[in-house]
């Protein structure tokens, strides 16, 4: 039998208040430890490496007995940044890292040497069974339910054959807004679930107060997929902005995106044009402007203690 999350974290539940960009914070993972859930927060949510450290420090600082936290890292090429928050992450300790978007050998390298557990986040079968051979301790199986950048497989079928292929456990990520969607994906095979576009609409998220209402205004059907902030498609809530805008980048969006070496002469082509239009064109979609959110803020009906809403899967 494969570990449940319960297993390989102190934890209550099976449950993982999943990392998200510019949403996560301490006070939402302090909220969920003391409720008996693990938390992370991705570690780009933080400028500087102090800001880091302090992050860390006051975590383990609030953590006791039974309870658990970890950092998302981005381990692609982009991110220069990783490498040093890794070395912050080892040297304070946390009890897991997430990674995502690229190779996690040196992130499982290291951590393991400080007896931290590495989770890898995956969409499909051949990356699960390279991090596998890598020496991860589990699975995160992103599924086409997720908000954000998501998979492009089901829940029930990508657990299922993650499950047939590797020894690892699977905690699957994507589509958990009830207590019986999180019974559902368990059953599936499940060691656990990672759940997070139900905790924006949280009192201690730190986003703004109209990002969290359109959590509660918006629903399911109000999920459209967008390449304006990033180039890669991501989910987001359909608001009058990003209506006005659309979904599809300009070519001076493209341009940037596939090589961002060029973000500099932007500024030339201003002043050439005698107009911010081409800055406008380029910046107009960031993560402040146009709100992530995966379809299960369905089941969002009010701005509430992150306890509350845990309290939502597990009672």
């Not at 456990?169 to 997070?196: F, H, W």
Request: glycine letters at 8%.
């Amino acid at each position: 039998m494969k570990a449940s999350l319960t297993q390989l974290l102190p934890i209550q539940h099976p449950i993982i208040m999943a990392p998200m960009f510019l949403v996560s914070n301490v006070a939402m993972v302090k909220a969920a430890m003391q409720a008996g859930i693990a938390g992370c927060i991705p570690a780009l949510n933080y400028r500087t490496l102090p800001e880091l450290r302090e992050a860390i420090s006051e975590l383990k600082a609030a953590k006791a007995d039974g309870e658990a936290f970890g950092f998302n890292l981005i381990v692609n090429k982009s991110n220069t940044k990783y490498p040093d928050q890794l070395a912050v992450c080892c040297e304070l300790g946390c009890d897991f890292i997430i990674t995502s978007l690229g190779n996690p050998k040196q992130v499982i390298e290291e951590a393991h040497k400080k007896g931290i557990l590495v989770f890898c986040d995956v969409v499909n079968l051949e990356q699960a069974k390279k991090v596998e051979s890598l020496g991860c301790d589990a699975i995160i199986a992103v599924n086409n339910e997720a908000g954000g950048h998501r998979g492009d497989i089901s829940p029930q079928k990508l657990i299922e054959s993650l499950n047939a292929a590797v020894t690892i456990p699977v905690i699957s990520a994507g589509g958990v807004g009830t207590r019986a969607d999180l019974e559902e994906k368990m059953s599936y095979g499940a060691a656990g679930v990672s759940i997070g576009s139900p905790f924006i609409a949280s009192e201690e998220a730190g986003v703004s107060q109209d990002y969290k209402q359109a959590c509660v205004d918006y629903g399911e059907q109000d999920i459209v997929m967008t390449q304006k902030i990033s180039g890669t498609p991501c989910t987001v809530i359909n608001t009058p902005y990003v209506q006005k805008i659309g979904t599809e980048q300009t070519w001076i969006e493209k341009l940037l995106n596939k090589n961002k070496w060029l973000k500099k002469y932007v500024k030339m082509l201003r002043f050439l044009k005698g107009t911010n239009m081409v800055t406008k064109a380029a910046t107009e979609a960031t993560y402040k402007t146009v709100w992530v959110a995966g379809p299960t803020i369905e089941h969002t009906k009010a701005i509430e203690q992150v306890a509350k809403i845990i309290a939502r899967f597990t009672k």
